[in-house]
């Protein structure tokens, strides 16, 4: 069940959510992942769905929440990794079919892995309890099912 | 950059650290969860989950407002079928690539360079999603 133990997991996952607290405390956001793709597309796209207020407002933090992410992992990579720089073997149409729904998905159910997962599931959100349960459940499947099928 | 921001900027690495830390920027250690062969995902959702229930729901007991403006308001949304049928879309791109929106962008700083193809695959799934589908 845990062949790479525990800790790795509960002390990223602690450190994750301190993350997501400290920036709730100081300023009332909520630490969510997927809205980025939605603001980040306000610069570029005219439709009224990107232009909405919010996503203007939400834009600029939304943009320096996702570099202090790729700062935080790449002060892991050259601190603490066993491992230091690393690429995933994962086949690139597998990244990028993936991604795709990922994308569409993730925004369609207002939430992905930190939105439902991290935050709503902190807010005892019972919308988001289904949605997590129903993500984790069709990856499950989707996972076992490539896996029958010899996609490695 | 204001307080706000770099109060942001500051909790971003935390969050991208502990990311990176748990493993969940490599999407075969996802996609493992997934097949059920290691369950250590939950650990971390789980355990970034209960420390932020913390930071909404006791905190605001004892501070009035967030320290640099804004409000305290829990992350509530209503259900209706698109949360549902998102998260089933979700769960099926989680599966085939291991990738979600934030493990996939604090990747980009392990030096996983493949992932600029699932991100921009999520940009162009983000924009389908506004461009086809009403509301």
Same mark, same amino acid.
């Given at each position: 069940?845990?062949?790479?133990?525990?800790?790795? @997991?509960? %002390?990223?996952?602690?450190?994750?959510?301190?993350?997501?607290?400290? $920036? @709730?405390?100081?300023?009332?956001? *909520?630490?969510?992942?997927?809205? &980025?793709?939605?603001?980040?597309?306000?610069?570029?796209?005219?439709?009224? *769905? #990107?232009?909405?207020?919010?996503? $203007?407002?939400?834009?600029?933090?939304?943009?320096?929440?996702?570099?202090?992410?790729?700062?935080?992992?790449? %002060? @892991?990579? &050259?601190? &603490?990794?066993?491992?230091?720089?690393?690429?995933?073997?994962?086949?690139?149409?597998?990244?990028?079919?993936?991604?795709?729904?990922?994308? #569409?998905?993730?925004?369609?159910?207002?939430?992905?892995?930190?939105?439902?997962?991290?935050?709503?599931?902190?807010?005892?959100?019972?919308?988001?309890? @289904?949605?997590?349960?129903?993500?984790?459940?069709?990856?499950?499947?989707?996972?076992?099912?490539?896996?029958?099928?010899?996609?490695? | 950059?204001?307080?706000? !921001?770099?109060?942001?900027?500051?909790?971003?690495?935390?969050?991208?650290?502990?990311?990176?830390?748990?493993?969940?920027?490599?999407?075969?250690?996802?996609?493992? /969860?997934?097949?059920?062969?290691?369950?250590?995902?939950?650990?971390?959702?789980?355990?970034?989950?209960?420390? +932020? /229930?913390?930071?909404? !729901?006791? =905190?605001?007991?004892?501070?009035?407002?967030?320290?640099?403006?804004?409000?305290?308001?829990?992350?509530?949304? =209503?259900?209706?079928? !698109? +949360?549902?049928?998102?998260?089933?879309?979700?769960? =099926?791109?989680?599966? =085939?690539?291991?990738?979600?929106?934030?493990?996939?962008?604090?990747?980009?700083? +392990?030096? !996983?360079?493949?992932?600029?193809?699932?991100?921009?695959?999520?940009?162009?799934?983000?924009?389908?999603?506004?461009? /086809?589908?009403?509301?």
């Amino acid at each position: 069940m845990f062949p790479l133990g525990i800790e790795p @997991y509960l %002390i990223g996952g602690i450190l994750t959510g301190l993350g997501a607290s400290l $920036i @709730y405390i100081m300023t009332g956001l *909520h630490a969510t992942q997927s809205s &980025f793709f939605t603001t980040t597309l306000s610069w570029f796209s005219k439709l009224a *769905h #990107f232009q909405e207020e919010r996503n $203007i407002k939400e834009r600029d933090w939304r943009l320096i929440l996702a570099l202090g992410l790729i700062s935080g992992a790449l %002060i @892991y990579t &050259f601190t &603490f990794s066993p491992t230091g720089l690393w690429v995933t073997g994962v086949d690139l149409w597998r990244l990028a079919l993936g991604g795709l729904l990922v994308g #569409f998905g993730t925004r369609l159910s207002n939430g992905c892995t930190s939105g439902h997962g991290i935050s709503g599931l902190a807010s005892l959100s019972t919308t988001s309890l @289904y949605a997590v349960l129903t993500f984790m459940g069709f990856g499950i499947i989707t996972a076992h099912l490539l896996q029958f099928l010899g996609v490695v | 950059m204001n307080a706000r !921001n770099i109060a942001v900027y500051i909790g971003g690495v935390l969050f991208g650290f502990g990311l990176a830390y748990s493993g969940m920027t490599k999407q075969e250690i996802v996609l493992s /969860f997934l097949r059920l062969q290691d369950l250590g995902l939950i650990f971390v959702m789980g355990g970034a989950a209960v420390i +932020t /229930f913390f930071a909404i !729901n006791v =905190v605001p007991r004892f501070m009035k407002a967030p320290m640099f403006g804004g409000v305290f308001k829990p992350r509530v949304s =209503v259900l209706t079928r !698109n +949360t549902i049928l998102g998260a089933v879309i979700f769960g =099926v791109g989680w599966g =085939v690539s291991g990738q979600c929106p934030g493990s996939a962008v604090a990747s980009l700083g +392990t030096g !996983n360079w493949p992932v600029i193809i699932g991100l921009m695959g999520m940009f162009l799934g983000a924009y389908m999603r506004g461009r /086809f589908i009403k509301g």
